[in-house]
Structure formats: C-alpha cells, structure tokens
C-alpha cells in the first residue's frame, strides 16, 4: 500500500481468490499516512494549525498523485473528487477545532482519515482490473466501545449492519472494500481500534460472516519468532495454535495485532499469513 505498483499486485491477488471465492478486502491506510496524521494532531495540540493544514494537503496531493500512477482511466477523476471532498471535510474539522482542546474523540477522528482515503482507491483499482467493488466506511458499520484510540467491537450492534450493507455485497459478487482499523460509537463518533487494528476489524468481520477463512498480506512471508527485517537468522513458523501466536503477539511480534486472535479462534476460523510481495510463498497458518 505504499505505492502505485503495491497496489496494483493487491488488486492482481484479489483478482486470483475472486475468480472462485466470495470475498471481503479489508484495507488499511497507505504506508505511514496514519504516522503522519497523528503528527497532525501533535500540530494541533501545540495551535500549529497551518503547519497541520499543510501537512494535510502533502497528504491529499500524494493521494491524488499514486491515484493517477495506476488509472489513466477518465473515471479517475470520480475518485479524485472523492479525495479531495474527504480531505475538505478533515480540514474544516481540523479549522473548527483549532482552538479547541484535542480530545481522544477528536484524535481517532483525525487519524481516521488513512483509511478513509486509501479505501475508495482500492475499489477503483479493483474495477480497473475489472473486479465489481464498492467503498464501505467502517465508522458506519463497526459499532465499538467508547474506548478512544483502542476501541472494542461490540458483536450484537454490528452484525445487523453487516446483514444490511455487506451480505447483499457479497451474495452478488461485489466485492466490499472496508476501512480497516476504524468504528463508530453508539452517538455516532469515529473510533480506532488502536495500531494494528486492521487486523482485529479483518478478524471481526471473518468472525461475524463465518469466513471459511481469513487472510492477512503483509511484507514478510510469515509469522517470525523475531523481525526477519532486522535478523536474518529469524525462524519462520509453518504452522501455530490459536493460543501460541496470540502469546507471540502479545509479547510484541508485530506480525499479528494480537487481540485478532480472539474472534476467529471461537469460530475456529483459520488465519493464513502470507507475503504481498511473494504470494506463491508459502506463509503460516494459525489454526487448532
């Protein structure tokens, strides 16, 4: 999710699983946007509006910019009006609270905005290669706790919204792209699950729609015992219980976020890790 060209291979393993599964791609924001939003909040807590405002509109422009690295198509500029109407509405917020104080609320706001941008982008990149795709807003699906900056999902509220918005989706070979990382409260304000939380939303939802299975793409081509980035001598697992990666998570293998665990171990759903960068990999599976 970094660049043009990442997109393009997510969108070229999508296309090989939708060609005979039905599907939910769970999305998180571009690489080092939700890092950057949070800068923007740090900006804000300190009146640096328009260094904040500044940095928002980098964002925009970058956006914008891989946007047309990987559609030359003329419908491009539908989802380059949808950019930019999204970041309008995160620059009057940022305006309208400048002299305010930066609440935890008005923080998981902010940074939501990763996901909001990269979500209607994937779907355009999905119907480019001439997959059906339609952008869901996760602060309008996910019911969570109260719990600012890392938020629970709530099982009950949820499940309705699924029933609603993604089944009828699904059940015609559409697939729905969600804001990973991302829910709402019960009066309507945006949460996050905390860092990682794309993870506990792909596990959630997997777990709500009784996925016969659940894949995580990262940059690695597996679950490590330690950062195979940082060690070589790193040693990849084939295979782990529910119970020893949710452990190996907590303790800080960064792999996994490890409350996303939970929800597919009590449908005893598996979850196979697996490399972008070298798909035919063999990865690790997570299962009983």
């Not at 928002?56 to 047309?68: A, P, S």
Request: proline fraction near 4%; charged fraction near 25%; hydrophobic fraction near 40%.
């Amino acid at each position: 999710m970094s660049t043009a060209e990442g997109i393009i291979k997510a969108c070229q393993i999508v296309k090989e699983y939708w060609q005979r599964e039905r599907i939910v791609l769970v999305v998180s924001a571009m690489k080092g946007v939700t890092d950057r939003l949070f800068q923007v909040t740090s900006y804000l807590k300190k009146k640096k509006t328009s260094t904040a405002l500044r940095l928002v509109e980098k964002i925009k422009k970058e956006h914008i910019k891989t946007l047309y690295q990987f559609d030359l198509r003329p419908q491009a500029v539908k989802i380059e009006s949808e950019l930019i109407n999204l970041v309008s509405r995160l620059e009057n917020f940022i305006k309208n609270i400048s002299k305010k104080e930066i609440t935890p609320a008005r923080e998981d706001y902010i940074v939501s905005f990763g996901e909001r941008l990269s979500c209607p982008m994937i779907a355009d990149a999905l119907e480019a290669t001439g997959i059906m795709a339609h952008p869901i807003d996760a602060s309008f699906v996910i019911a969570t706790n109260n719990n600012f900056g890392n938020a629970l999902p709530l099982y009950e509220k949820t499940q309705r919204h699924i029933n609603e918005i993604l089944v009828p989706l699904i059940n015609n070979n559409i697939v729905p792209v969600v804001t990973g990382y991302i829910g709402f409260t019960h009066d309507g304000c945006t949460t996050t699950l905390g860092r990682g939380g794309s993870d506990l939303s792909a596990a959630y939802l997997a777990s709500l729609l009784e996925a016969k299975a659940l894949y995580l793409w990262k940059d690695v081509g597996g679950f490590y015992n330690v950062d195979p980035h940082q060690k070589k001598e790193a040693k990849k697992f084939s295979k782990l219980s529910y119970n020893k990666a949710r452990v190996l998570a907590k303790k800080g293998a960064k792999i996994i976020y490890y409350k996303a665990i939970d929800p597919v171990k009590k449908k005893k759903i598996p979850v196979y890790i697996k490399s972008f960068i070298d798909p035919e990999k063999k990865g690790t599976v997570i299962a009983d």
